[in-house]
């Protein structure tokens, strides 16, 4: 079996196509890389020097772009790449430094 040159031509041009779709596609989703806001509760974190303590690991953890602390609410919100780190990466880098974190209970 031979395969007319033809097609085999539109074949070729036809995996092209579809590999330039998956490249603009990888690209396009480079560009949109998406930013995540968590909102993390550390109940024991009371004073500024816990706030610094957290603070610190968060901007060490790769895809973290910003932290905002309130102590008052023990609230840690942190901005991140989504692509780059998921929550529960935030909740362990909180943990390392000997807080606990609170995981909020999703409801409907
Ligand atoms: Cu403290």
Do not use: W
Not at 41 to 55: E, Y
Not at 58 to 67: C, D, E, H, Y
Not at 73 to 97: C, F, G, N, P, W
């Amino acid at each position: 079996m031979s395969l007319n040159p033809e097609m085999e031509g539109k074949q070729k041009m036809r995996i092209n196509l579809a590999v330039a779709a998956a490249a603009l596609v990888l690209m396009n989703g480079e560009a949109i890389a998406k930013e995540a806001t968590a909102n993390i509760t550390v109940p024991k974190m009371d004073c500024d020097s816990c706030a610094v303590v957290i603070k610190r690991a968060l901007t060490k953890t790769a895809g973290v772009k910003s932290t905002a602390i309130d102590t008052d609410k023990r609230l840690v919100k942190v901005v991140y790449e989504d692509s780059a780190v998921s929550e529960a990466q935030l909740h362990q880098a909180i943990e390392k430094t000997g807080f606990e974190v609170r995981v909020p209970v999703k409801t409907k």
